[in-house]
């Protein structure tokens, strides 16, 4: 949200790690996410990974051999699919 309705009460809400806003006296204004657990808000904002998890996914991608042949594959197509935009 860009501007706050001045004069209006909010409500707080957290739920699965990420804290939603919303106002009291105004249903029709869907709530936002204004924080909580990065990896949750990545999530609750359509991201598959948040970036801490990535770099953990990226680390034992370098331990683990059947790890790592899959993400080279999954980086080979995404390289693949991006230059067909």
Known sequence: ???LLP?????????EGVVF???RDKPEIPRWIIGGDPG???RAQGDLLGYSEW??????A??????KKQMDKL???YYMVKDNK
Do not use: D
């Open 1 to 3: 949200m860009a501007k």
């Open 7 to 15: 004069g209006e009460a909010l409500i707080y809400e957290r739920a």
């Open 21 to 23: 806003a919303r106002y």
């Open 40 to 42: 949750a808000v990545a």
């Open 55 to 60: 770099q953990n996914l990226c680390e034992v």
């Open 62 to 67: 370098h331990k683990n051999s059947t790890l």
């Open 75 to 77: 980086i080979t197509t």
